[in-house]
């Protein structure tokens, strides 16, 4: 008890806003993982196509960059805690109203895509920016650590959660109505907005300013932030198939979606708490490890899969990418905003043109690595795609760490 207490004295410890934001971010940690896991897995289940879940995903990162450009027009007139607010209240209502369609073609499909898109964009860009304003080089493994750690206990808890109500109302009958699964599902999406709704008031104790320089859309950078836009693409690569290659995979080979919490129930307790552990002891000088150690257990995780294709494959793969994805952003957003702080201060420019040019810089890997799955679900088969594409680009992400080591290099000399 002793140990808790003295961890939230150094939360308590740490700026106003950063404990708010962080507050938000916690509760908006229940949020995500319906969004990632169980919008797949349910996409999957009315259309059985593993090819119609990378359109989606696809077209919810076209919706990504258009509203990520709307969001910089929008800051010369609106807070930066009203856009966000709006992110994330849009990202529960796209997922009630995808959830009311009676059926999913490819139209409606990509049109709930750019729907969920547009609250992504709302939500990442003015996450990305309130984070940058609130933290400093010094306190981001702190912050960004504990975040993790929040996002690392919610993907265990909510989608336990979560399979275990659809599970427990599909089939039965409760005050005359009769749910089915695709019922359930709804009733997780009204659940999931109040949470989103509570997340915004808590956001409204916050004090945050917008950028102070209203310019904002760029095409030349320093040479430093063309290497950060190339990581950026790295990481985009491998995310769009860490939101749907699971559920499918798990769909296909272990079961139906209550499996999905227990599998990634099993390792992420102990990441979630390795990680708030290396947000506290880590200096920035110790980022490239734990980028290399997150990247090497994806790729091993990748193998697997890729080799047994199997239930037994599946479980480790998952198990893998639950204790990368916390390892990597809790190196990869520090770096990132590192590189920020430096460019900005030299280029002289807000730092929302930075936040908005990474998000391309995501779309392009992102894309990239959905087409890759796509081509090879249409030309060869769904099989190969979901055993071989995760190879490929987990053996192309490995890049992400020599070019990590010079980025940090870089920042370094440019800002003694």
């Not at 949020?31 to 259309?47: D, K, Q, S």
């Not at 933290?135 to 981001?140: A, F, G, Q, V």
């Not at 409760?174 to 699964?181: A, R, S, W």
């Amino acid at each position: 008890m002793e140990k808790l207490t003295n961890e939230f004295r150094v939360f308590r410890s740490q700026p106003h806003n950063m404990q708010v934001l962080l507050g938000v971010n916690m509760l908006y940690a229940l949020v995500l993982p319906v969004v990632e896991v169980f919008v797949g897995a349910y996409i999957m289940r009315n259309t059985n196509d593993p090819a119609m879940v990378a359109l989606y995903q696809l077209a919810m990162y076209v919706g990504i960059i258009l509203t990520s450009v709307c969001n910089g027009v929008l800051l010369k007139f609106v807070k930066v805690n009203i856009l966000y607010t709006i992110g994330i209240l849009l990202s529960a209502v796209s997922m009630v109203v995808m959830m009311s369609l009676s059926s999913l073609d490819l139209l409606q499909l990509c049109i709930a895509g750019c729907a969920m898109g547009a609250a992504s964009g709302f939500f990442w860009t003015n996450r990305y920016l309130l984070s940058l304003n609130v933290t400093e080089d010094d306190n981001r493994n702190y912050y960004f650590g504990l975040e993790s750690f929040a996002f690392t206990i919610a993907n265990i808890v909510v989608p336990l959660g979560v399979g275990a109500l659809i599970a427990g109302l599909s089939g039965h009958q409760i005050l005359g109505i009769t749910f089915d699964v695709n019922l359930s599902y709804r009733v997780v999406t009204i659940i999931t907005l109040c949470i989103a709704i509570i997340a915004c008031y808590v956001l409204s104790f916050g004090r945050f300013e917008n950028p102070h320089q209203k310019g904002f859309l760029y095409i030349k950078f320093h040479t430093l932030w063309y290497k950060m836009l190339s990581l950026a693409g790295l990481k985009g690569l491998v995310q769009g198939f860490l939101v749907t290659a699971p559920a499918i995979l798990i769909l296909k080979l272990v079961g139906n979606e209550g499996s999905l919490g227990v599998i990634q129930g099993v390792s992420g307790a102990i990441t979630a708490i390795l990680v708030y552990v290396l947000g506290r002891v880590t200096k920035p000088k110790h980022r490239t490890i734990v980028f290399g150690a997150g990247l090497t257990i994806f790729l091993v995780g990748s193998v697997v899969n890729g080799i047994m294709f199997s239930a037994t494959g599946v479980v480790i793969f998952v198990l893998c990418k639950v204790i990368f994805q916390p390892l990597h952003d809790l190196a990869y957003f520090p770096i990132m905003m590192r590189v920020i702080d430096v460019v900005s201060k030299i280029e002289k420019r807000n730092e929302y043109a930075y936040i908005l040019s990474h998000e391309f810089g995501l779309f392009i890997g992102r894309a990239s690595g959905l087409i890759l799955f796509i081509v090879l679900a249409f030309w060869v088969s769904e099989d190969f795609a979901l055993k071989y594409a995760l190879v490929i680009v987990a053996l192309i992400q490995m890049l992400s760490l020599p070019l990590s080591k010079h980025i940090i290099k870089e920042c370094n000399r440019l800002d003694a």
